[in-house]
């Protein structure tokens, strides 16, 4: 039984940040994009929204709020991934560029932003000599990393303590961090929206035939543009919360690799659908 639970445990903890990259990459397609760039908006997403967090918590020192710094880490995160996507949707959308082609160029951009920037990563008091040697920290194998503080709060989990220990059920259901709920709550909103909602109904039908949406007045652009930015923004939330829960805040280069493309290929293995991707 010990094994069991230690088992679901860690799926839960490896697939929470796959739900939103599943997620994100979902809501792009069902607009009629394909962004192979999954695994560079998450890079992205990590390396920024660990790098907020460590910033936030250099200016802010003994006054920090750890519930502060979750949010600005989903929101920096959110918004490194939706300004690669906004990118990737000037070049397929409006430029008429080739999607495969892009978002495998979108890939290794974002994975050399992501490693150029969390590499060198340094503190907000610093200056440039500092600079230099946390650079020089970071390549002799000294990753800059959140307090153990910090690493609690997005590790943690948002139920009371009573409810964590209880026997079995305390461990599958509550013991998971808030990310993880977060997760599901996003996902479910998701279908929701894609199957009772007028403007995920106008998506789909952007997603399936644009000509039809179009003469039915359904602005395609629009749409493509606001699914593809916004959807690329839950990507890269994915390697945020890879990198804050799987890797204990702490700068990895190698840790995200093949997170992205998991996430794609998963997309088609749950259908496209956001309740088939929360299994």
């Not at 992205?44 to 750890?66: D, P, R, T």
């Not at 390549?139 to 009371?160: D, Q, W």
């Not at 026997?167 to 009772?196: D, E, K, N």
């Amino acid at each position: 039984m010990t094994f069991l639970l230690n088992l679901i445990t860690a799926a839960v903890l490896y697939g929470t940040p796959l739900l939103y990259g599943t997620s994100g990459e979902i809501l792009t397609e069902k607009s009629g994009n394909l962004n192979l760039g999954v695994e560079g908006m998450m890079f992205m997403g990590g390396a920024l929204g660990l790098g907020a967090a460590f910033y936030y918590e250099k200016l802010a020192g003994a006054a920090v709020s750890a519930p502060l710094a979750v949010v600005i880490a989903i929101a920096a995160s959110f918004l490194a991934g939706a300004l690669a996507a906004l990118l990737f949707s000037f070049l397929t959308i409006t430029l008429r560029a080739n999607q495969n082609v892009t978002g495998l160029t979108l890939t290794i951009f974002g994975g050399g932003v992501a490693n150029f920037f969390g590499g060198t990563l340094n503190s907000m008091a610093g200056g440039v000599g500092q600079y230099i040697g946390e650079f020089m920290r970071v390549r002799e194998g000294t990753y800059v990393a959140v307090s153990n503080t910090l690493k609690g709060a997005f590790n943690g989990s948002p139920f009371p303590v009573f409810l964590q220990e209880l026997p079995v059920v305390g461990r599958l259901l509550f013991s998971h961090s808030i990310f993880t709920y977060l997760g599901i709550a996003m996902a479910v909103a998701m279908g929701l929206y894609l199957h009772r909602s007028r403007s995920g109904l106008y998506l789909r039908a952007v997603g399936e035939s644009p000509a039809t949406a179009d003469a039915a007045g359904i602005s395609v652009t629009r749409c493509k543009y606001l699914a593809t930015v916004i959807g690329g923004g839950i990507s890269a939330i994915g390697g945020m919360v890879y990198i804050m829960t799987v890797v204990g805040g702490v700068w990895n280069h190698e840790g995200l690799s093949g997170v992205g493309w998991l996430a794609v290929a998963l997309v088609i293995f749950c259908l496209w659908s956001p309740y088939r991707a929360i299994w």
